[in-house]
């Protein structure tokens, strides 16, 4: 009955895919440092998957665990204005609450906003939520013995992989001009501070920048944390639904 519901469906494939790819954060976390039963811990706990390889790309370049723990949370902000949007927009109550706080992540909060109904919005969030939670705790155990059987990550290139899954990441969401003119600004002062400070402290100083950008910007202060739905869609959805409410009341007249 619940496969037949198309938010269910959508929650599901997101899932897998998504899930399927804590097999290379499991692999790059051994690299970084992190014996298997951390790394498990770090997936079951954090799970959010930009801040955990922002955690293990600060460990793997040498920082300090308090390093990695502030570019960690910079990343794992989002998700708190992610939970607010889901609080009223799912109205949860009780333990659900406590829940669906912890599988709150761009993708559960991309799942519910691009359904119409509340019980859709329910069963994507839940769906993609739940789904993604079993599953990249799944594989990221799987990553992470086989990594430990890998020996020297360096042989394998594993160093630099985090960087780039993180990059992988931030892609998508670098719509517009002034989000790419901010992820420039962001590197190159990112490149420039590199030789002067400690690993970790970059991303700090990276996330700095971006705040002072948001301070002084005349955009709403939460835009670029909002989930990867797309806006033309969106609105193109309102704008049908005004449609059918044009239509209804002719009708009724």
């Known amino acids: 009955m619940l496969l037949q519901s198309p938010a269910v469906r ?15 954060f499991g692999a790059l976390a051994v690299a970084a440092g992190l014996d298997v039963w951390q790394t498990v811990a770090l997936s079951l706990l954090m799970f959010t998957g930009g ?4 955690f293990i790309g600060v460990l793997a370049g040498g920082g300090s665990g308090s390093a990695a723990c502030g570019a960690a949370t910079l990343l794992g902000i989002r998700n708190a204005v992610y939970g607010m949007q889901m609080n009223r927009m799912l109205g949860l109550a009780g333990w659900r609450k406590y829940l669906a706080a912890q599988v709150t992540i761009d993708e559960s909060a991309a799942t519910a906003a691009g359904q ?6 329910r069963r994507g969030f839940w769906a993609a939520g739940l789904g993604i939670f079993v599953l990249w705790n799944l594989f990221t155990l ?9 020996g ?3 042989a394998w290139g594993l160093d630099g992989a985090a960087v780039a899954a993180f990059l992988g990441l931030l892609w998508p969401r670098l719509r517009g001009r002034e989000p790419v003119a901010l992820a420039l600004l962001c590197a190159v002062v990112t490149v420039l501070v590199v030789p002067f400070v400690p690993p970790g402290i970059p991303i700090l100083v990276a996330g700095l920048v971006a705040a002072s950008w948001g301070w002084f910007s005349r ?6 944390l909002e989930p990867d739905v797309d806006p033309a869609e969106r609105a193109g959805r309102r704008a ?14």
């Open 51 to 54: 801040s955990q390889f922002a």
């Open 152 to 154: 020297d990550p360096r």
């Open 10 to 24: 959508i929650g599901l494939s997101i899932a897998i895919a998504t899930g399927l790819y804590g097999i290379s």
């Open 219 to 224: 955009g709403s202060p939460l835009e670029g």
């Open 142 to 150: 799987l990553g992470a013995l086989l990594g430990d059987a890998m």
């Open 116 to 121: 119409l109904t509340r019980p859709e919005q």
């Open 240 to 253: 049908s639904d005004h449609g059918h409410s044009d239509r209804d009341e002719d009708a009724a007249r």
